[in-house]
């Protein structure tokens, strides 16, 4: 069954590109991608932080973060 | 046809960690994943490097780079 990963952005430069590499090519056979914009949808900053997300782009992938590269704050999207 | 997508790694944690739950799960659709290890296959620090690539684990895909976590810089594999 695939896992679920989640995807967390703010719609920047580095996150749309980021989305692009990666959150789109993952081979759904490993991963069901939920795609979150933590700019729009601010009540998920929590569950981000929760897991370790400092910054975004990031994934969520069972309880651990991975950031790709550096984008925004998780601060600045409050 | 598939893009080529470098992981760059050292054999640590943070590397083998990224490897398996990105480098191993890109859809080959879009990518054509090719896996080095810095620490063994020295001569080719300077390409990830010339990409930008400052730490591992790193993927370079046309010519970017994109930092997954941090596990180790690039100047402690030389």
């Known amino acids: ?3 679920k990963a989640v995807f967390h952005h703010a719609g920047c430069a580095v996150c749309v590109d980021a989305e692009r590499r990666f ?5 759904s056979k490993f991963y069901d991608v939920d795609v ?4 729009q949808d601010k ?3 929590a569950e981000a932080q929760a897991a370790g ?4 782009p990031a994934f969520v ?4 973060f991975y950031h ?3 984008g925004a704050d998780l601060s600045a999207l409050r």
Chains 1, 2 share one sequence.
């Open 23 to 27: 959150a789109t090519a993952l081979d």
């Open 36 to 39: 979150v914009h933590l700019g």
């Open 61 to 64: 992938i069972d309880g651990n």
């Open 68 to 70: 790709i590269n550096h």
């Open 53 to 56: 997300v400092r910054s975004v």
């Open 1 to 3: 069954m695939a896992e």
């Open 43 to 45: 009540t998920r900053i």
